[in-house]
DNA sequence: AATGATTTGTCGGCTATGTTACAGTTCTAG
DNA sequence: CTAGAACTGTAACATAGCCGACAAATCATT
C-alpha cells in the first residue's frame, strides 16, 4: 500500500509516464517523504546524500546566498517540478536552499544515483530527461536575458505575465494568481529593489492594469502586459 | 580513408572518447565538414535539418539579434567546443548565428536525429551528454548571475579571468592572451556599452594590471584580478 | 600609397535605479 | 486584544553607466 503510493507520486509527473510500474520500483527509493510548513526551510545542496526532489504540493522558493551573505532568489518551484541536483553532478559549494512559500508542502525525494541508475537502464528517459534539462536551460538562458536588457518595468511585466500563464485562473475577461509572494519576493525576483517594485506595482494599480492584494493580482487585461 | 578522419574528428572530443570505432560508425553522418574564414557567418538554427556542431579550430562567437535589431553575443565557441542545438529540441525561434572570429575555423557537424539515435542505443553516453548538457547551465547560471549583481568593472575582471584561464599562456608569471576579440565584442560579452569598456581597458592599462593591444592581451599579475 | 572602413579614445549630459530613512499598515502569536 | 514583527508606501539624494557626438588611430583593399 506504502508502495503503491509512492508509485503513484511519481507516477505523476510527465517525465515518468512512460515507465511501467515495474521500472518505478526499481527506483524503488523514494526514501524522503516530508511535509513542511510555511516559512520553513529545506536544505538541499547540503544534505548528505545528493538527492533529486519532486514537489507534490505547494509552492517554495530556491534562495541562495553568496559570499556577502546577500539572499537572491533563483527559482520558483511549483507543485509537479522537480529541483535539486537536476544537472547529475553533485555541487558542494552552491549554497543554495529551499524556503516554503505557501501554507504547506509535500515533496518526495530520490537519491541521484538511484536515479542514474534508472536512467541507465531506460535510454528513452534518459533522452527525454536530457530535453528537459536542455527545456530548462532554455527558460534560464530566456530570463536571464530579459534581465540583463530590459528595464524594471518591462521585467515587472515580463514576470506578472509568466506567473499568470502557469498559475493564473481566468475568470471571464481577467486573470486572478493567488498571490504567495511578498512584493519583496517580486523585487528579488526581477532583480530590482523593493521600492521600485512597490512604486512599479502602485502604478500599474491606479493605472488600472492590476488591481493587488497581499492575497491575489488581478489582471485587467492579460494582453495589455 | 575519409571516414577514418571523420572518425577522429569526432573521438577528439572527451564525450566521445569511450566509443569504439563501431559506435562512431553508427554517428557515420558527419555530413557537414566545413571551413571558413574571418567575418563569414554561420546560420545554423533555421538551417533545414537541427544539427549539433563542433569546432575543430578557430574561435566563433554566437549572436542572437531580438525583435528590434539588436546583437547580442550569447557565447564564444572555442576549440573542441560543441554547439548549436544541444537541448536534442529545434528551436526555430531562437534567432541565432554563428560569426568567425579568428582568421579561419574547421567545423563538423551531424543531424541531431542520429545522435539522438546514438544516445539512445548508449545509455552511459547519453548520461554523460546529460551531465555535460548540466554543466553547460551551471555554467551559463554563473556568469549570467555576475552579469546581474555585480558593477561593469567586476564583470570585466571576471571575465578576463576566465578568458586567461581558459586560453592563457604562462610566460615566466605573466598571462598572454591572444586578443582575436574587438573592445565592442568585449564590452557586449560584459553586457556594457562599448564606451564604458574601453574606458576601463584604458583604466586597468594606466593602473599597470594589463598591457593591451589588438592583436594580445598581457595580464601582469593574474592573482591580482 | 591612398582611401574608406573599422576600431578606439574622450567628453558632458541624462536617466533609471539603488540607497537611506522613516511612517503607515497588516499580519501573527501569545 | 495587544505588542511586536513583517510588510508596504513615499520621498530626497547619489551615481553608475547609457547615449550622442566627434576625433584620432589603425586596419584592409585596391
Redesign the interface.
Known amino acids: 500500500m506504502y508502495e503503491d503510493l509512492k508509485y503513484w507520486y511519481l507516477r505523476d509527473h510527465k517525465l515518468f509516464r512512460t515507465l511501467s510500474f515495474g521500472q518505478i520500483r526499481q527506483l524503488c527509493i523514494i526514501t524522503g517523504f516530508k511535509k513542511a510548513k510555511k516559512g520553513e526551510i529545506i536544505y538541499f545542496s547540503s544534505s548528505d546524500l545528493p538527492r533529486i526532489f519532486l514537489l507534490k504540493k505547494g509552492n517554495i522558493k530556491i534562495v541562495a546566498v553568496?559570499e556577502d551573505g546577500?539572499e537572491?532568489i533563483?527559482d520558483i518551484i511549483q507543485k509537479g517540478d522537480l529541483f535539486g541536483e537536476?544537472?547529475?553532478?553533485a555541487?558542494s559549494q552552491s549554497n543554495e536552499y529551499a524556503k516554503v512559500l505557501s501554507n504547506d508542502v509535500a515533496i518526495c525525494s530520490f537519491l541521484m544515483s538511484d536515479f542514474?541508475d534508472l536512467?541507465?537502464?531506460?535510454?528513452?528517459l534518459?533522452?527525454s530527461?536530457?530535453?528537459f534539462?536542455?527545456?530548462?536551460?532554455?527558460r534560464?538562458?530566456n530570463s536571464?536575458?530579459n534581465?540583463?536588457?530590459k528595464d524594471a518595468k518591462t521585467r515587472l511585466f515580463q514576470f506578472l505575465k509568466d506567473w499568470a500563464e502557469k498559475e493564473g485562473k481566468k475568470i471571464e475577461d481577467k486573470v486572478v494568481i493567488e498571490n504567495y509572494l511578498t512584493q519583496n519576493d517580486i523585487a528579488q525576483i526581477i532583480?530590482t529593489s523593493r521600492q521600485t517594485a512597490t512604486q512599479l506595482l502602485n502604478e500599474m494599480e491606479t493605472n488600472g492594469t492590476i488591481i493587488y492584494s497581499r492575497k491575489e493580482i488581478i489582471i485587467r487585461d492579460i494582453s495589455k502586459l
Open positions: 553568496d546577500n537572491t533563483k537536476l544537472t547529475l553532478e555541487d542514474e536512467l541507465l537502464r531506460n535510454p528513452s534518459a533522452l530527461y536530457t530535453k534539462v536542455g527545456l530548462k536551460m532554455k534560464i538562458k536571464y536575458s534581465l540583463i536588457s532583480c
